[in-house]
């Protein structure tokens, strides 16, 4: 009995890692591993006993969990001020969560669904999804579900579900969110973070995209752009207004799945986290999260 429960407790990353990437904060990934075990305990030891496939089972009351939650989350974010972007997690906090690959996909877009890393961009086409398509796509392009365990999870057909997670697909490739190598990713964002030290205009506008788009999320709580700042030029001078009016920032670098993103900090606390996107060898997207719920992991437990 101790080496079931042993095993049961052995999925709690992974199925947070599916949370997360389900509902793209770490306090909802953890309401529905909460709500997950749960369900486990609530089953009589019969109940138990007679599940072949423990993992199986939680990971597909986890995917019926977060579908529930994702509908309510939704009406939530209709009413949200301001630009709504997910929480920015460093890379180590679900390591080993999915499991290592040998090979390297060829395919883009395996690359960045069989990572247990997760970028920004990657995040943030999900949110665009339906639920249900949102459910399909993780549970099977991610954690290699079968369709018919998530058409089970989500009141579906299995057809349905393959439906689900191909549209889910289109949708990805259609936004490219398909990561560049990383290591021209990080250059650039290097390049760029420099550039910003000069306090030139011209020096920023050689890495930022014509259409080159910044989110920033206060969530009504603290200051943030409430719209969406468009262009380089703006985008520009709006970084360096930052810089500007907030002198005493120190900014340090931080891996996230999209590659090297910024952390700034004021008098040591973090004050918010920068992820962006690269292209073609210039920035395209930058998401600035500012909301202090959504920076719980970066700050000492109280």
């Keep these: 009995m101790d080496d079931d429960l042993d095993d049961v407790f ?23 591993v909460q709500e997950t075990y749960l369900r486990w305990y609530r089953l009589t030891d ?33 009413q949200y001020v301001g630009p709504w972007l997910p929480e920015p997690v460093p890379t180590d906090v679900f390591a080993g969560a999915i499991g290592a690959h040998t090979a390297s996909p060829p395919d883009p ?25 949102r459910v399909a796509f993780v549970m099977h392009d991610v954690f290699a579900v079968p ?6 999870a989500v009141g579906r057909s299995s057809a349905a579900v393959r439906q689900l997670a191909a549209s889910a697909r289109r949708h990805v490739r259609e936004s490219r969110a398909v990561a560049v190598p990383r290591d021209e990713h990080d250059r650039v964002v290097r390049a760029f973070q420099n550039a910003t030290r ?16 910044l989110r920033s999320d ?5 200051s ?25 920032l120190t900014v340090e670098e931080q891996r996230f799945g999209d590659g090297i993103g910024l952390v700034f900090r004021n008098e040591g606390a973090v004050h918010s986290v920068m992820n962006l996107h690269v292209e ?11 909301n202090p719920a959504k920076l719980t992991h970066w700050r000492p437990a109280l």
């Design 198 to 213: 000069t306090g030139e205009i011209g020096a920023l506008l050689r890495f930022l995209a014509p259409d080159v788009e």
């Design 10 to 32: 052995r999925e709690r990353r992974r199925l947070l890692a599916l949370g997360y990437r389900m509902t793209g904060t770490l306090a909802d990934a953890e309401d529905i």
């Design 46 to 78: 019969v109940e138990r006993e007679g599940i072949a496939n423990p993992a199986g089972w939680l990971t597909t009351v986890a995917g019926r969990v977060a579908l529930d939650l994702l509908g309510s989350a939704r009406r939530r974010r209709e």
């Design 109 to 133: 877009l395996d690359r960045i669904t069989l990572d247990d890393d997760v970028s920004t961009a990657l995040l943030v086409v999900l949110e665009a999804m339906t639920p249900a398509e």
């Design 224 to 248: 943030a752009a409430r719209n969406v700042v468009s262009g380089a030029d703006h985008v520009a001078r709006f970084l360096l207004g930052i810089a500007a009016k907030s002198p005493r």
């Design 280 to 290: 073609h060898g210039v920035i395209t997207q930058l998401w600035i999260v500012l």
């Design 218 to 222: 206060g969530g009504g709580v603290v």
């Design 147 to 152: 369709f018919d365990e998530i058409a089970e």
